[in-house]
Each structure stands twice: as structure tokens, then as C-alpha cells.
């Protein structure tokens, strides 16, 4: 149960945070979930957005301070290295 009330604040949080943001960053935002990594591809999939797009949303989100870069991850498609991206950890975040 007290994980679940973390879980709810924690996305009230990103909820606040999406105030001054542009609609297709919040499309970005609000298709992520806490502690989940990413890449831009599957951001592309999740949110039905193009590449260029998402990679700008992206790079405006990080520069707000919403997403970091956590490492590489191998892309599943290409099987490539790629950025792993995540919601940033908030104080909240740290009690789970």
C-alpha cells in the first residue's frame, strides 16, 4: 500500500511539472514511467511521434532536467549501443 501512495506522488509530480511544457512533451513525459529506461526508438513507438521530433522533445526535456541519460543500452532493432533514457529521480523516488 505505501508503495502504491509513492507511486501516486511521484506522478503528480511529473504532472506538475508538465505544466510548462509543449503538448508533444508531455506525449513524451506522460509515455514514460518511473525507473523504466528508454530508447528514443521505443519513445517513437510508445508515443506514435516521428524520429525527429522525439529526439528534439527529448533533448528539451533533458535540458528542463525531466530526463537523463543513464548509460547505453543495446538497441533491440538494431543491436546497436544507444542512450538508455529515464525520468529523472526525484526525492520522492529515493523512499521507494
Known sequence: MPHDAAQTSIRAYYEIAQVDLCASERKVLGA?????LYTRRQLEQLTSM???PVCGR???LIEKGL???LGE???PESGRPV???RLVAQQMELAL
Open 50 to 52: 516521428r524520429s525527429g
Open 32 to 36: 514514460m514511467q518511473v525507473g523504466e
Open 83 to 85: 542512450e538508455a533514457l
Open 58 to 60: 527529448v533533448h528539451a
Open 73 to 75: 543500452r543495446i538497441c
Open 67 to 69: 530526463i537523463e541519460v
